[in-house]
């Protein structure tokens, strides 16, 4: 069946250095894509999304990449922060799709060490 | 400016009783979701409403029923309580229907418990 998957349940970096986050996805149709960050006892919080004829898409501090191919998805932080402790879920969705509905992976949680 | 706002925060209930979550939103969105999350897990899809007076079955639909008869509010309805259905609740809005990530807005949140 269809489904999104995270490789890593848990991530811990020093302060400082660069994450990468990793998400797996399975349904070729697929041609959104959105990384969300969930603090704790907190709603879900859009970080960035990217389309599927882009591969690679910026923002602040963050860099999501896209690889149709393999179907694999990332998300790159950069000089990470004690403030970006969270659990970072992806979700892959239809652009088109009546509803906008998304399909999330289970999650990693992002640990910051100072 | 609210946003999307649920009630209650949290909420204990025993085994076969019924309860209605609430969820409003002052953004004039058209598309509402109502969403679960297990511990450790992702969200997943129980309803959405793409307008008032539409409603659908989303991923995991059993033991919940859903309403819109307005634009700014959609409730989730637990008929027969459950301690499956024991879950953290995420109502969610959006403005158009390309699911544009950065129009789908999160509420804080509905923490349940079924004992």
């Known amino acids: 069946g269809e489904s999104v998957g995270l490789h890593l349940p848990t991530l811990s970096v020093q302060e400082g250095d660069n994450s990468i986050i990793n998400c797996a996805y399975s349904n070729s149709a697929s041609d959104y894509f959105i990384w969300y960050k969930q603090e704790s006892g907190k709603g879900p919080q859009f970080i960035i999304d990217?389309?599927?004829?882009?591969d690679k898409r910026q923002g602040q501090r963050v860099t999501v990449l896209l690889n149709k191919t393999v179907k694999h998805l990332s998300l790159q932080i950069a000089a990470t922060q004690p403030g970006d402790s969270a659990v970072y879920f992806c979700?892959?969705?239809?652009?088109?799709?009546?509803?906008?509905?998304?399909?999330f992976g289970q999650g990693t949680e992002l640990s910051v060490k100072p | 400016n609210a946003g999307v706002t649920q009630t209650p925060k949290f909420r204990i209930l025993k085994i076969g009783q019924s309860m209605t979550l609430q969820c409003t939103q002052d953004m004039n969105h058209n598309y509402m979701y109502w969403y679960r999350q297990d511990p450790g897990m992702g969200l997943k899809l129980i309803y959405y409403s793409v307008g008032a007076g539409i409603t659908d079955k989303g991923e995991v639909p059993n033991g919940y029923n859903v309403s819109r008869s307005t634009t700014e509010d959609f409730p989730l309805r637990l008929e027969l309580a459950a301690p499956s259905q024991t879950s953290v609740y995420f109502c969610?809005?959006?403005?158009?229907?390309?699911?544009?990530?950065?129009?789908?807005?999160f509420g804080e949140g509905s923490w349940l418990t079924v004992v």
């Open positions: 969610a809005s959006s403005k158009d229907d390309r699911g544009n990530g950065n129009t789908i807005y």
């Open positions: 990217i389309r599927s004829n882009m």
């Open positions: 979700a892959e969705g239809v652009i088109y799709n009546q509803g906008g509905k998304l399909i």
